[in-house]
């Protein structure tokens, strides 16, 4: 008999041709046929970080989107879309928004429309966080790019449904803005999904972009028994007082701590207080790396509430968080994609403005309507409040 000339039947996948953009292959959902398909299969180049030790995506068992599944890396080199109208005082959501778009997996599975095709608040007529989202990336990255200034009033008009306490006109913290906005897109994308458990709400498409998990360890010196306490992050938030640069302040957050004296430790294994140590690390490592660097503190002495630390912290446009991470040998290494930047006394005065990288890999300053090409050392000399870093392949050593 003669071998069939295929083993199995080949499925050709739909593809989204939206303005100018090649084929963008649409990531499947969690019940796609394609789950387990990498980008390689479809011709585009993911990237995957390396294995990191005791992964938590190994332990799970259901995932609302599949992570090999996400496109890492833009298909073609187009250049910047265009600027964001003001529309009194919202250069915070404008900045935030511009550093969203230029998330090469986000901005990709967005652009592929995979969410609002299947988005069940959308039928019920709800406002959808996701669905605005993807309307506001695809006018940024389709044909209309360079000429009109997009104004963004369908997100701001509902600022109220993103976060309550957000007042529209009110000059507001760009990072916390940017939490809520996240945890509105994660709330959207759970609609249906409301009966699973944590672990597997943390296998959005959100949390396989943005996600990672630290990791507090614990260990008695006595009887040696570690406890370790492990929380997913979709992003983090550095001390940055007396840390000149980015490195230094990552340095201080996986700092070991000694617990004594009025600080002793109760080791459950001792069954008493003893003397411990106590060490925060990066478990697993995210896509996309988010880190606040916390210029801001809350009630001061100053007429706003609070002073801000203006320094200057410098940032690298590589970074390797391997030395942050638990028991991990291998480099984990980082690209700069976008920076937010604060200019002024408090956050909730002064202005917001954004560094990103387009799909072109050139810089450009996205200061509401102004739009402009600068160079990466422009990028690195500023006063950087917001530092978005995308995976790159890890380098063995
Ligand atoms: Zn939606
Ligand atoms: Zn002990």
Redesign the pocket.
Same mark, same amino acid.
């Given at each position: 008999m003669r071998e069939p000339l295929l083993k199995r039947r080949i499925k050709f996948k739909e593809v989204a041709t939206i303005g100018n953009w090649a084929k963008i292959p649409k990531p499947s959902s969690a019940t796609g046929e394609d789950a387990g398909k990498s980008g390689s299969d479809l011709g585009i180049n993911t990237k995957k970080l390396g294995s990191v030790d005791q992964t938590s995506s190994s332990r799970r068992k259901y995932d609302v989107f599949p992570e090999e599944t996400l496109l890492l890396d833009w298909p073609k080199p187009i250049t910047a879309g265009p600027g964001l109208q003001n529309l009194g005082n919202t250069c915070f959501l404008n900045s935030t928004l511009q550093c969203l778009t230029y998330t090469p997996p986000l901005a990709l599975y967005l652009l592929s429309r995979s969410?609002?095709q299947k #988005?069940k608040?959308?039928r019920q007529t709800t406002f #959808?966080t996701? #669905?605005e989202l993807e309307k506001h990336v695809m006018r940024s990255l389709s044909g209309m790019r360079g000429k009109n200034t997009i104004t963004p009033k369908s997100i701001v008009g509902r600022l109220k449904s993103i976060a309550k306490h957000f007042r529209v006109g009110r000059q507001e913290d760009a990072h916390e803005f940017l939490r809520y906005f996240i945890d509105s897109l994660q709330n959207?994308c759970l609609v249906g999904f409301e009966k699973l458990d944590h672990k597997q709400k943390e296998t959005t498409v959100i949390h396989q972009v943005f996600g990672g998990y630290t990791q507090s360890r614990i260990l008695c010196t006595v009887c040696k028994e570690p406890s370790c306490t492990i929380e997913p992050c979709l992003d983090i938030s550095l001390e940055v007082k007396n840390c000149g640069s980015v490195e230094k302040a990552l340095a201080r957050f996986t700092k070991t701590e000694s617990l004594t004296g009025d600080n002793k430790y109760r080791c459950s294994k001792c069954k008493t207080l003893v003397d411990a140590t106590k060490q925060m690390t990066i478990l697993e490592a995210p896509k996309i790396l988010v880190l606040q660097l916390k210029r801001f503190e809350f009630g001061g002495f100053s007429m706003f509430g609070g002073g801000k630390i203006s320094k200057m912290i410098t940032f690298p446009e590589k970074l390797d968080i391997q030395p942050y991470m638990f028991k991990t040998k291998k480099k984990v290494l980082y690209e700069l994609y976008g920076v937010l930047v604060h200019a002024g006394g408090s956050c909730n005065s002064g202005h917001y403005f954004s560094y990103v990288k387009a799909p072109n890999g050139v810089w450009y300053l996205k200061n509401d309507s102004e739009v402009r090409q600068v160079s990466v050392k422009q990028v690195l000399d500023q006063q950087a409040y917001i530092l978005f870093y995308s995976a790159v392949q890890p380098v063995s050593i």
């Open positions: 969410h609002s #988005c608040l959308r #959808c996701f #669905c959207s």
